[in-house]
């Protein structure tokens, strides 16, 4: 079994990778297939959770890519 101070560690670790690595991963997703049709609260709702996520943003962002699409004729 475990000593209390290793779980402790180990939910400051999980705590950590789910609010600088997963969940902004799965917000920049949101944004990116909501952005444009998204109504005005749902945006002041984007606006905040860049906000309180901002430090895993930054982690984050630099790996993905918001280009658009190409187009097909």
């Known amino acids: ?3 209390t101070s290793t779980l402790i560690g180990l939910t ?3 705590l950590a990778v789910l609010y600088l690595l997963v969940l902004p991963f799965l917000f920049l997703v949101y944004v990116d297939k909501r952005w444009n049709y998204s109504g005005a609260w749902e ?3 984007m606006f905040f959770l860049v906000l309180f996520f901002f430090p895993g943003m930054v982690l984050v962002a630099p790996f993905m890519t918001f280009r658009p699409k190409p187009r097909s004729l």
């Open 12 to 14: 400051y670790a999980a």
């Open 43 to 45: 945006k002041v709702l």
């Open 1 to 3: 079994m475990l000593s």
